[in-house]
Nanobody, 126 residues
Framework: QVQLVESGGGLVQAGDSLRLSCAAS????????MGWFRQAPGKEREFVGA????????YVADSLSGRFAISRDYGKFTLELQMTRLKSEDTAVYYC???????????????????WGQGTQVAVSA
């Protein structure tokens, strides 16, 4: 099993930056990919970005790629999400997810992710 704990959420103003972290623990050796999703009130869960753990390739949703970036801390086994120029529409609960599958398909959907964190709230005031 893998446990994921998100941190770094909070209330910020439009235009601010915020950095989220996801700390993974447990059977870390099985992780092949990690990702961030978000869910705004009344909306479907949305893909934000992902990172392939073994190769380091990163993917960010096209609509966010100019403002959001994903990285990992190899020493701490954490996944980071750097968010800049935040907008009110970025307000959501942000979830971290991890996959333990050797073959990853549909990376931008929830399908390949076996483990999920509890989420951290990000609120952006206009």
């Amino acid at each position: 099993q893998v446990q994921l704990v998100e941190s770094g959420g909070g209330l910020v103003q439009a235009g601010d930056s915020l950095r989220l972290s996801c700390a993974a623990s447990g059977r870390l050796s099985i992780i092949t990919a990690m990702g961030w999703f978000r869910q705004a009130p009344g909306k479907e869960r949305e893909f934000v970005g992902a990172l392939m753990w073994r190769g380091g390739n990163t993917y960010v949703a096209d609509s966010l790629s100019g403002r959001f970036a994903i990285s990992r801390d190899y020493g701490k086994f954490t996944l980071e999400l750097q968010m800049t120029r935040l907008k009110s529409e970025d307000t959501a609960v942000y979830y971290c997810a991890a996959s333990g599958r050797n073959t990853i398909v549909r990376l931008t959907t929830a399908d390949p992710y076996d483990y999920w964190g509890q989420g951290t709230q990000v609120a952006v005031s206009a």
